[in-house]
């Protein structure tokens, strides 16, 4: 049987603490090895929610507009401090700047989705629209950028539209990236 859109969300909400808590404990380059992990997991499923999680709950939940708009809203700020993350190394002092006030908004958006949306939706629906939505979630994440893009809509079909081509996108920069690192 398939996971729930709970059971989705709170494994990558545990595996987002796991890797925040590695990024602490490590050296310079395992914060860079570590930090790639976080922006691919951040970015895939941020990107899930918006297409599919955020625009099904504000159909079938009253208060989920609310709890949406301020969710978005916490994904702007986090694509736009990954963006400028890109110009620095862990261990540079504007690298760790920007990780200071990005990891406790990481914290805090795992907190409005798990205390507030998810429970209103374990509420709201039963166990198969449950499994049906986290299928859903996970074919649009499997599909997501793996890169801030703060200059794409937060809401569909906008972030479809833009999250298509960038998905290539960044797929490609990701194998020229490996290229640039291989023994030669």
Known sequence: MSDTIIELQKRDHMLLDELLQRYERATPIGRR?????????????????????????RRVLASAEAITSELESQHQRINELMKELEAFEPGEAG???????LFPLLHADVRNEEDRLLVALEQRLGQEELTR?????AIAKRGAPKRAHPGIPRRPPGNLLAGIPLFFVDRMRELLARWRR???
């Open 95 to 101: 690298f760790e700047v920007r990780a200071r006030e």
């Open 33 to 57: 090895d570590t930090y790639r992990e976080i922006l691919n997991l951040v970015t895939t499923h941020a990107f899930a929610e918006e297409t599919v999680l955020f625009p099904f709950s």
């Open 182 to 184: 291989a023994p030669q």
């Open 133 to 137: 939505l986290g299928t859903t979630w």
